[in-house]
């Protein structure tokens, strides 16, 4: 039990009153199957009665929840969020793409219940080729941006990308420190005004290669890849939902003016630690010198860099292209 200091109103003592929060084993109705889950529960101090706390409930429904959905088989809501989040759509684009409700995706992302029909064609979207067929049968209710941003999604997860990835000198992307650095590098930028994905990407591009340009080494020594709409890194999709799954982040759809597609928000602090002065100079120095921009000014802005304009499609950039950098 654990003593609190707050007060809250209680039915039974129709008065406002101090309450204790006790553990305790509670049972609750999920589907017609009794599911018991350890639980908090608040205890008025002058009746004894329970009280109901939202934030308490909440938090027992969601562990009922987990637990059914455990017996069951039934996907999690943070493995549903990584299923979504490795293509690089919102909620509602993915959901239309399944052929969904535009809110039905974000229930089930934010606890509820998923029918076991749903659950299978989650199951089937966790295979790239699966939403291959989708993207053909349900293209049409995607804007363009998300539908580039999908075919690039599916370009990386294929075996045809892995191995153009492979191509390129080892040398440069041996560091056990790259995907952290990235991690962290996301989160730094993210904190940042209107971050859309695109605009990440390159915020991400300029600091690793303007860090190269000048000492010889990249930041995060990730591999960069030559698309559509300017270099990526290679493992973005990938560290991008790891950091949704873990809260880092969060990808919000947004609109602007024609334009819709996912800004990024940070949820923490960026561990700055992990950078040395020069490196964490070059982040502040290119947060600042693009803020401001939208996602396509700096994406144009990107395609008459050299390293993106000699590259094949798909291809990695080699950071000996730094020299060519358009900032200095």
């Known amino acids: ?76 809501p943070e493995q549903i969020k990584a299923i979504r989040s490795k293509y690089g759509l919102g909620q509602k684009a993915f959901a239309r793409l399944l052929g969904w409700g535009d809110v039905t995706l974000a229930r089930y992302e934010t606890g509820s219940l998923q029918s076991e029909s749903h659950d299978s064609q989650l199951r089937l979207a966790e295979e790239p080729a699966n939403i291959r067929v989708l993207l053909e049968r349900n293209g049409d209710h995607l804007t363009h941006e998300q539908r580039v941003v999908l075919e690039q999604c599916l370009g990386e997860l294929s075996s045809e990308h892995e191995t153009l990835l492979v191509r390129e000198e080892s040398s440069l992307y041996e560091s056990s420190a790259p995907v952290r650095k990235l991690q962290e590098m996301i989160v730094y930028f993210a904190g940042q005004k209107d971050t859309w994905r695109t605009k990440l990407n390159k915020l991400l591009f300029y600091s690793d290669f303007l860090h190269f340009k000048r ?114």
């Open 215 to 328: 000492s010889g080494t990249s930041i995060s020594d990730a591999r960069y890849v030559r698309m559509q709409y300017g270099p990526v890194p290679a493992d973005f999709y990938r560290v991008q939902a790891r950091l949704v799954d873990d809260g880092s982040i969060d990808e919000r759809p947004a609109h602007a003016g024609d334009c819709e597609g996912t800004v990024f928000v940070a949820l923490r602090q960026a561990d700055v630690a992990l950078f040395t002065e020069d490196e964490l100079g070059v982040m502040v120095e290119v947060a600042a010198h693009f803020a401001g921009w939208s996602a396509s000014r700096i994406s144009e802005f990107s395609h008459r860099e050299p390293a993106w304009l000699e590259a094949e499609p798909r291809a990695t950039i080699p950071y000996k292209k730094a020299v060519s950098l358009q900032l200095s």
């Open 1 to 76: 039990m654990s003593e609190t200091t707050e007060e809250t109103l209680c039915s039974e003592c129709l008065r406002m009153t101090g309450y204790d929060i006790v553990n305790r084993h509670e049972t609750y109705e999920v589907r017609g199957e009794k599911i018991t889950v350890d639980a908090q529960v608040a205890v008025c101090r002058l009746c004894g009665e329970d009280i109901g706390l939202a934030e308490l409930d909440d938090t027992a429904f969601a562990a009922a929840y987990a637990l059914y959905r455990a017996r069951h088989n039934l996907l999690q």
